[in-house]
């Protein structure tokens, strides 16, 4: 059985071109007037789209756990001329001192985690790199976005490439579950909602879960 560092490896040349634009523009363009500027985080940063709004006033750091991902991550960051410190390293083992940032970002990785605890672990690890403070931007796939309505809370989504399929792990949480692991992990839920580009009056059945939790200051 691949392990997810290895599937990731795989998709990393094919992902580049088709996950080549951020998802999340609106919001991150929201930080970057909310936060101003500082050191900032991406943890499972992939091959980098997520840093493109933050290339002015912020020191950016990336960490993912694919070797090629971060081949990619730099071949992006020349192509959009814009300069990252990137290191290859597991969300549940954050190869950072404490308190060494002032904001994260972490889209779409914390679903790719696998079991309980280590999901809890991983987000007690961002809240240990954190500042008191600071602010992180969290997304992960809604357990209730109607396509996985007839399906458990831990899928294997398949990827092709070339003549092969790949499948991904994902854990789908819904929107208490994922507020309650946050809060436990040490965070405050300062906003929880719907991707931007969500356009129905109930949240529940978004694509996407976006918070954007605190540490504490005191």
Known sequence: MPTIRDTF???????????????FQRELEALTKRWGGGRLLNVGCAHGPDFVPFREGFELHGIDISRKMLEMARKYGVKLDFTVNLIEGDATYLPCSDS??????SVATYHHIQ???EKLHALRELHRVLKPGGE??????????????????EIQAPWRTGEDTLYRYYYLFSYGE?????????FEVVVSSPEKAYK???????????LLVKKPAG
Do not use: M
């Open 115 to 117: 079991g309980e605890k």
């Open 9 to 23: 490896d795989r998709i990393a040349p094919g992902w580049y071109n088709y996950r080549h634009r951020t998802r």
């Open 136 to 153: 992180a931007f969290i997304t992960v796939w809604n357990r209730w976005q109607p396509r996985f309505w007839l399906r458990g809370k």
């Open 200 to 210: 129905f009056p109930v949240k529940y059945f978004s694509r996407n879960i976006c």
């Open 100 to 105: 060494a940032f002032d904001y994260a970002i």
């Open 178 to 186: 994922i507020e309650k692991l946050v809060k436990n992990a040490g």
